[in-house]
């Protein structure tokens, strides 16, 4: 048990220690300590198989995965998947190999010795298989950052860029030269191979972001295969111009007429090609650095172009070499900020020994902001904020707008919100927000998927919501300074854009009528504990005491007249429908003060004309209460009514008081003179029993009802009778025989329209129409027998008779008859 602790605890130390070593980070800057063996080491390792298996994340050991999520489906490679990384390095050699083989066998060979065919054929096939294998591996999106899963996407992606290239270098192009007749032009389609040589630069990119190895031999290296390689092809393009010469004139090439000291190249094609191959290296290079001593040098017109061109292009190479030691020595770049940065990260990860998940997720995440660097608000620091302002709005508006949260706010709030985001990238796995924890981070999804997970006792889960683009986060949290319920965990890389909680609260207490729509909008769709601690958070009361404070100042503005101060208000987004404590609209107040102007411009803003106060009152009534004829004009003419709960007993006090003017203006703005108070009294019964003989007018004038009766079932002629007021008994009576004969006569006049006329003919309505006779109009009776008899004396028939229907069906009941139907009076059969 004691050697099995032991043993535990060992490996445990042994695990430690190569996890420190993984992370372990030396110091650049003293270039005295470094290794070059370990720097050559690494760069083995990295190239080799070690390196692929280490890179590979825990959630990708397999190398094909099966998708299927909505509009993808199928089987994908993941590009980080160990096993795909052991292939592209066994493709990075074939490359390299491919590239430094293709010059050498252009210039120095005429078709391929066996061996060396075997094995071009034998690469070239794995680059076959390699472009098969393209077809299945995933890429990053460039802008968004986002895995495409899409067959036909990845499809375009690589036959847009590198297909062509890399099936044409496939192609056995030794084996098509000998079979063309060794036809010379053939040869040339052989250099497009060398786009192979891209997949060096692509390792070399890698390296540079490794702080395992030192920048300034990474960098060295690669400028040194860039010279290499280009010394390579000039040397090999060197021996191709001499041998393409026939061979009478191959003397007179720079290889042909050369002599070493005692030793000639005028039978060059006899020497071992490992001397030739030198030897046009040697001249190459003593070209390119212009220190030769004459020994080598162009003979003829062909060789001298080359050598023209190939210095000009030296000159471009030498300042490129130069241009990037500089950079070395100066330092500065992005790459060496990004290598500085790991560095101090590594170094404060070994110091805190944080453990090897927080070290991948905090290495992962820095990365991906150094490949998405460009999106970084320093990038825009220094422009003015005219222009900043409108990137921001041609980048962020458009997702912030389509963001239910903010749903019909007005555009400067989204405007505001859109300068002041900042762009994060989160990658699978990371959690944006931990349950439990305060949020001060507003964030809005741009692209990717997340989930919300509640976690409880005992380490279990619940996947409560998938949030998607447009969605928001945190926005409980922030605005009602509550811990968030859930965890908020990356499924999909996301791209979301983030906002200070100071920053949005900030806004939103500038632009607080807005904040009143954002509120609604939380509240939509919330359980009701939520809702309450919505209503109840700081932020609402916040926005509640804002809105209190602009009614107010609208109601002044329209108390005191100030139409300009109005209109700053309203047009700065406040609604004219806001009320006061008392639930007065600016409305009410112009109505109450008499403003035309400032009535007129609410009605044109679409003020709520029928709003009622606290009171029950309309600013119709104010107006007419005021003695406002003109407010009152413009309010009826919007659709303003009056709205009196008790409207008879308004009236009948209205007549007690003697305030005839407000009476009338009562009655013109539609009031119903027959309303009744409590007593069932009408305002006339009040002027009769008062004995208020101009009340009485005006309620006449508005068709005041004479004959109505109270509860106690009296008239106001009764109780002018009571009065004795002569004059006013007089005028009710003349008024109640005006009203008793205006409702005999509507009453006529609606007996004559319910009325119905038919049209009866003598004969039958089958027969022709030579046998037709004129017929009668009548009124139709109360029943068919009486319709017969009068028919028959109007049409002088005199036999027993039936009515008949246009289609010849007997009529039975008079109500079968129409208005205007024609009938036919005809014997009856018996």
Known sequence: MEMESN??????????????????VEDFQDSTKSSWKKHFRLLWSYSGINQSTRSASGNEREIITWRDRGHFHGLFIEPNNRWYQIWTHFILIWAVYSSFLTPLEFAFFRGLPENLFLLDIAGQFAFLIDIVVRFFVAYREAQSHRMVYNHNLIAIRYLKSRFVLDLLGCLPWDYIYKASGRKEPVRYLLWIRLSRALRVTELFSKLEKDIRINYLFTRIIKLFVVELYCTHTAACIFYYLATTLPPSEEGYTWIGSLQMGDYRYAHFREIDLWTRYVTSLYFAIVTMATVGYGEIHAVNTREMIFVMIYV?????LGAYL????????????????????????????NRNKLGKDIRKEIE??????????????????????????KVSKKLYEPYIRKVPLLKGCSDEIINQIALNVHEEFFLPGELVIEQENMVDQLYFVCHGKLDEVRRYEGETEESLLSLETYSSIGEVSVLCNVPIPYTIRVV??????RIDKQTFLDILDTYFLDGRIIINNLLEGKESNIQHIINESKITLHIAKHESELAMKLNCAAHDGDLYRLRHFIGAGADPNMTDYNGRSPLHIAAWKGVEDIAQFLIEKRADVNAKD?????????????????????LRNAGALLALDNVGNFLCEAVASR????????????????????????????????????????LLEARASVISVDRWGKTPLDEARVGGNKSLINLLEDAKR???????ESFERADAKQKKKCTVFPFHPWESSDDRRIGVVLWVPQNVDELIRTAMEQLKVYDTSCILSEDGGKILDINMISDDQKLFLVVEVP
Do not use: W
Request: aromatic fraction near 8%; hydrophobic fraction near 35%.
């Open 659 to 698: 305030d005839f003017k407000f009476l009338k203006r009562l009655l013109v703005n539609g009031t119903n003179p027959n309303s009744k108070n409590y007593d069932m009294r009408t305002p006339l019964h009040v002027a009769a029993s008062e004995a208020l003989y101009p009340a009485s007018v005006l």
């Open 364 to 389: 992962r995440h820095v990365g991906l902001q150094y490949e998405s660097g460009y999106t970084e608000s320093s990038t825009l620091h220094g422009l003015p904020v005219s222009i900043r302002a």
């Open 322 to 349: 130069l241009g990037n030691m500089t950079a070395l020595i100066v330092k500065g770049s992005k790459t060496e900020r990004f290598r500085d940065a790991m560095a101090d990260l590594t170094k404060y990860m």
């Open 312 to 316: 000009s292009f030296d000159m471009i």
């Open 738 to 744: 005006v009203q008793l004969s205006e409702f005999s």
């Open 614 to 634: 606290n009171f029950r009152n309309t600013p119709l009534f104010e107006a007419v209460r005021n003695g406002h004829d003109e407010v009152a004009s413009l």
């Open 7 to 24: 043993r535990r605890k060992g490996g445990r130390s042994e695990d430690s220690d190569s996890e420190d070593e993984e992370f372990k």
């Open 492 to 497: 999909q890389l996301c791209r979301l854009l």
